[in-house]
């Protein structure tokens, strides 16, 4: 039942992380300059804001942002960041789904574990990658925002980013760490095991070797 509980909320917790990914690209407070000095700023409280979209300026009277739509002319770590966030966003639905789909509580017709099983696991890797896009345009943004002009702080989409990627991180993680072990495998290996003779290791056992099963005793096609 513990295990069930920590899946479930591994699943909640990706759903999140993609939520909030979402949240991080749509949003332009990722950064905060200033074109003067900090201490100039401050008195006339008024600053800038920069996103993956638009830029904007931010005072006590005014709000006025500028869309960054000349695609040509743009840096390139802002380009860069638009694709990683835009790629984390739309590999979310299929990732939230697969996982969503492999909890214990969702059965479908005719399903073996084992489907379910790889499922989880394909949904988690596409969690990893979400999560190391969404580190990557978090981290990288700002450092050239900073090399581009004065950098004062960071803004709430960014620390947005950073939640929602750690979140993809250990949901995927919790997900993963709580899926039941193969059936198939273990039961090859029960099979094998109590197939071998008496007194024989591992080793022994060729993996070619056919075996005889009579009544409750397993016996050996090579004796």
Known sequence: M?????????????????????????????????EYTVTTCLRMDELGTRGLWAECVTSQSLYHCVTLNQILTLP??????????VCACLLG??????????????????E????????AVLGCAL????????LVSTIW???????EEGLMSFGPSLYAG?????????????????????PSTSFQWRENYHA?????????????ASMVVSGNHAKSALV
């Open 93 to 110: 639905l299929p990732a939230v789904g697969l996982v969503l789909m492999s909890m214990p509580c969702v059965r479908l017709e005719d």
């Open 141 to 147: 943004f700002p450092i050239g925002a900073h090399a």
């Open 162 to 182: 950073w939640t929602a990627s750690v979140l993809c991180l250990l949901g995927s993680s919790m997900v993963l760490c709580c899926l039941p072990k193969d």
């Open 112 to 119: 073996i574990p084992a489907t379910k099983r790889r499922r």
């Open 196 to 208: 071998r003779p008496p007194g024989a290791t591992k080793r022994d056992i060729s993996p070619a």
């Open 76 to 85: 390139a770590y802002i380009q860069a960041c638009r694709a990683l966030m």
């Open 2 to 34: 513990a295990r069930v509980c920590r899946q479930v909320t591994g699943g909640v917790a990706s759903f999140a992380g993609w939520v909030g990914i979402i949240i991080a690209t749509a949003t332009h407070d990722w950064v905060r300059t200033c």
């Open 127 to 134: 969690l990893f990658i979400m999560a190391v896009c969404g």
